[in-house]
C-alpha cells in the first residue's frame, strides 16, 4: 500500500520561505510522475508543479515558477521536496502530495501553508 507523509508546512510572512516534504512509503510503481497540489478555501485543487520519476521532466504552474523548486531525493526513502521562495497570501492553501501512475493517484493527508502579516 503506497503511503505519503507530508510535512512543512507552516504559517510565513509575505516574502518569507518554506520547505515541503514528502515521504513516500511502499513504492513498486515502474513508471510514475509526482508532485504537489494546493487548494485554497473555496476553491479547486491546482496542481503546482510536477516532476517525472527519472526527475527529468519538471513542470510548474505559471504563478509559481521563478519561486518555487520540485526535487526528487531517491538516496534513502523517496522523498518529494517543494521549496517555496517568495511566497505571497495567493500561495496560502492546503498543501498536498501527489503520486501519478496511469490513471491511478494516491495522495498524502495535507499540510497547511498560511502567509499572512
Known amino acids: 500500500q503506497l503511503q505519503l507523509v507530508e510535512s512543512g508546512g507552516g504559517l510565513v510572512q509575505p516574502g518569507g520561505s518554506l520547505k515541503l516534504s514528502c515521504i513516500v512509503s511502499?513504492?513498486?510503481?515502474?513508471?510514475?510522475?509526482m508532485g504537489w497540489f494546493r487548494q485554497a478555501p473555496g476553491k479547486e485543487r491546482e496542481g503546482v508543479s510536477c516532476?517525472?520519476?527519472?526527475?527529468?521532466?519538471?513542470?510548474y504552474k505559471d504563478s509559481v515558477k521563478g519561486r518555487f523548486t520540485i526535487s526528487a531525493d531517491k538516496s534513502k526513502d523517496d522523498t518529494i521536496n517543494l521549496q517555496m521562495n517568495s511566497l505571497k497570501p495567493d500561495d496560502t492553501g492546503v498543501y498536498y502530495c501527489?503520486?501519478?501512475?496511469?490513471?491511478?493517484?494516491?495522495w498524502g493527508q495535507g499540510t497547511q501553508v498560511t502567509v499572512s502579516s
Open positions: 501527489n503520486v501519478k501512475s496511469g490513471s491511478i493517484d494516491y
Open positions: 511502499g513504492f513498486t510503481l515502474d513508471h510514475y510522475a
Open positions: 516532476i517525472s520519476s527519472g526527475g527529468g521532466v519538471v513542470h
